[in-house]
């Protein structure tokens, strides 16, 4: 069985700073695409940041200059380090990858359970 499994969240002030990481366990044969979602109350889920497996990303334009996502393949680890953060930023952030394991071949959506990111002080 795969899973992602999120860490690194929790409360920080304003124009702090935290590190999350997602660790993808199991029969993986292959991640494609890894990428970094969130969703605050009342609002839908959407896109931070993405990697592809080759090293290429994209943001989205209100974390530009401040997040930066990247991965460690051999790990078959992602991780999102947060700088100079807002309250906004604050919401439930979930791990996504595409991936194909050894009994499953064709590439499928995997999602993490979510970390609380809460910036308040």
């Known amino acids: 069985q795969v899973q992602l499994v999120e860490s690194g969240g929790g409360l920080v002030q304003p124009g702090g700073s935290l590190r999350l990481s997602c660790a993808a366990s199991?029969?993986?044969?292959?991640?494609?695409?890894m990428a970094w979602y969130r969703q605050a109350p009342g609002k839908e889920r959407e896109l931070v940041a993405a990697?592809?497996?080759?090293?290429?990303?994209n943001y989205a334009d209100s974390v530009k200059g401040r997040f930066t996502i990247s991965r460690d393949n051999a790990k078959n680890t992602v991780y999102l380090q947060m700088n100079s953060l807002k309250p906004e930023d604050t919401a439930v952030y979930y791990c996504?990858?595409?991936?194909?394991?050894?009994?499953?071949?064709?590439?499928?959506?995997?999602w993490g359970q979510g970390t609380q990111v809460t910036v308040s002080s």
């Open positions: 990697i592809v497996s080759g090293g290429s990303t």
């Open positions: 996504n990858a595409h991936m194909s394991t050894w009994s499953i071949t064709v590439l499928v959506n995997y």
């Open positions: 199991g029969s993986i044969r292959r991640i494609n695409d």
